[in-house]
Nanobody, 115 residues
């Protein structure tokens, strides 16, 4: 099993920044992809950004140029730097990892962008 614990969510004004962190623990050997998804009420969970163990990244079009994902393999932690936040970025952000074809999820952290 892999446990994922997110931190860093909160309330921020439009145009502001937040940094999310997700620490993986447990049976972490073999984790390939780590990333972030988000979900708002009534909508499907959507990919925000992901990074492979080799450093390849993938971003949703809506966050390209504003969000940056990074990964510290030594600390088993993935980060999401979110800049120029918009009200439409408001959502619960979930950390995700994939290991040998299995998906693991954190409990989520709420990001609210509002004045």
């Amino acid at each position: 099993q892999v446990q994922l614990v997110e931190s860093g969510g909160g309330l921020v004004q439009p145009g502001g920044s937040l940094r999310l962190s997700c620490a993986a623990s447990g049976r972490i050997f073999g984790i390939d992809v780590m990333g972030w998804y988000r979900q708002t009420p009534g909508k499907q969970r959507e990919l925000v950004a992901a990074v492979t163990s080799g450093g390849s990244t993938n971003y949703a079009d809506s966050v390209k140029g504003r969000f940056t994902i990074s990964r510290d393999n030594a600390k088993n932690t993935v980060y999401l730097q979110m800049n120029t936040l918009k009200p439409e970025d408001t959502a619960v952000y979930y950390c995700h990892s994939r290991k040998f074809g299995l998906d693991y999820w954190g409990k989520g952290t709420l990001v609210t962008v509002s004045s």
